[in-house]
């Protein structure tokens, strides 16, 4: 009943007030120093401060943030933008959390994560979480820094990763601090290090750097981010990042090769140190008898293609289009074959008149796992250098997958990561006859098995992360450490 009413409340101070008016009424609550500036934030101060004094007040600030969109619209109702509603659209780079120094903290390395949410989170926050998990083998401090204003709340989410293989325990294993409301500073040591993750998280990182006196941060790169948009200020703010001062650490080769090959923010030119590592793949491979036994026996085969019409550089549309071409052309008979999406959004294609594809429910990674094993043939495209994950998970798992080639994301490249991977120009002919070509391999069960059994990308995250890649992170940890203390030494 108290969570109902919580929401409702939640609701309608939403539909009341703008979130300028509540955000500045909040921080009221708490600082009586701050002005308010109209007659409608002083009532919603009035409604927040009768909430704090019932005890009500952190939940419908909770329920508040869960119903917010992490970015806003493309315009605001009233077509008035003003500072927040700007900061806002921009990732907030330009209204970042405050940074102290204090001398009490011992040195730390602050790995900046972005917002995220159990219901939508992706294999790029694996790769975060983990590698902050292995940054405690430099021996240094590892704290999870949560600077995006999102719901976040610590009991819920240590449930909630207890089915992320590998992560069950992140949030008892490392320090958490999490300052999206911005009320309180960042406060670092003299000798922290920042690890940024995603690009707008580079501008922290910076500005982190800027309190301490470092020149480099460690910068996670998992994608050409700058790809994310279209020409627009998002896309110049991001690419503006790779001309930062930082080492960086790349989530695959062919995304490394992007970044030399391309002199990506002077990384070639400018000398800097970079290396990568290969993102551990969530594969589910049967021992073989049962295997075969299951992929003999069933009545229909699946095709399954990654649905996330949300995200643009999945390319939906050709993704979409090509099933259909490859059903209508007679390549899928649809009494032989299921075809599913799963992903982000529901993205259903027609995939003949009266046939459509079925989406799977957005699945935790215990139960993504154990789904993998069950396809046939997987299409998965990406407008990327990056190679993608579901491409490896599913290769890995025995199923038969064709994805498109981009940039320094070859066909020999993606072909030595596994024979069960057929690369495909991005062309609807192409992505076609590549799926006509997967349902030929898709038949021979020994040999998928083989080369899922061979591939040549980690299985866990021991193989992915290394002791070459532990010398890199502790090399530029204590060399950021030493310039810090040879900074002090010479004003002494």
């Excluded at 990182?205 to 627009?232: C, H, T």
């Excluded at 990654?306 to 008979?333: K, Q």
Aim: charged share 25%; with cysteine; glycine share 4%.
């Amino acid at each position: 009943m108290r969570r109902q009413v919580i929401a409702a409340l939640a609701g309608a101070g939403s539909m009341l007030f703008g979130h300028q008016e509540l955000k500045q009424s909040y921080h009221k609550v708490f600082d009586p120093n701050i002005k308010l500036q109209s007659y409608k934030s002083r009532l919603a101060y009035l409604c927040l401060f009768a909430a704090h004094r019932l005890g009500l007040l952190a939940d419908l600030q909770s329920s508040y943030l869960a119903g917010l969109p992490l970015i806003p619209a493309i315009a605001p109702p009233n077509h008035v933008y003003d500072r927040d509603f700007l900061n806002l659209r921009l990732n907030r780079v330009y209204d970042l959390p405050d940074v102290e120094i204090d001398k009490r903290r011992p040195q730390t390395i602050n790995v900046l994560v972005p917002a995220f949410d159990f219901k939508s989170i992706s294999a790029g926050f694996f790769g975060v979480f983990q590698m902050a998990l292995f940054l405690r083998k430099t021996g240094v401090n590892v704290r999870l820094v949560l600077f995006d204003n999102f719901y976040f709340n610590l009991p819920e989410f240590k449930e909630k990763v207890l089915k992320y293989p590998g992560m069950e325990r992140i949030f008892d294993e490392l320090e958490v601090e999490y300052i999206g409301e911005r009320r309180e500073p960042l406060r670092v040591s003299e000798y922290d290090s920042a690890v940024a993750t995603v690009w707008y998280s580079a501008y922290f990182a910076q500005k982190i750097n800027l309190a301490i006196g470092k020149d480099k941060f460690i910068y996670l790169i998992q994608d050409y981010e700058a790809l994310f948009y279209p020409a627009n200020s998002l896309h110049a703010i991001a690419d503006r990042t790779y001309e930062m001062n930082y080492h960086a650490i790349f989530s695959s080769e062919s995304l490394m090769r992007f970044f030399v090959e391309n002199d990506v923010g002077g990384i070639k030119s400018r000398n800097m140190s970079y290396t990568f590592f290969n993102n551990a793949c969530s594969a589910n491979l049967l021992p073989k008898e049962i295997f075969i036994h299951r992929n003999r026996s069933k009545e229909k085969k699946k095709i399954v293609f990654y649905s996330r019409p949300v995200v643009d550089r999945n390319m939906f549309e050709l993704t979409a289009l090509a099933l259909s071409t490859a059903f209508r052309s007679g390549i899928f008979d649809p009494d032989e074959w299921d075809c599913v999406g799963m992903g982000l959004g529901e993205g259903v294609v027609e995939l003949l008149p009266g046939v459509r594809s079925v989406s799977l429910p957005r699945m935790d990674l215990t139960t993504y796992i154990e789904e993998v094993a069950s396809f046939d043939i997987c299409l998965t495209l990406m407008a990327s250098p990056h190679p993608s994950m579901i491409p490896m998970d599913l290769a890995a798992s025995g199923c038969v997958v064709v994805t498109n080639t981009f940039k320094t994301k070859t066909e020999s490249y993606l072909q030595s990561l596994s024979g069960n991977i057929i690369p495909a120009a991005p062309g609807l002919g192409e992505i076609v006859a590549a799926l006509e070509l997967a349902k030929f391999k898709s038949l021979d069960l020994e040999e998928r098995y083989r080369l899922a059994k061979t591939m040549r990308y980690p299985r866990n995250w021991d193989q992915s992360l290394t002791s070459r890649h532990l010398n890199f992170l502790k090399r530029h940890v204590r060399a950021m450490a030493s310039e810090k203390l040879a900074g002090e030494r010479k004003t002494a």
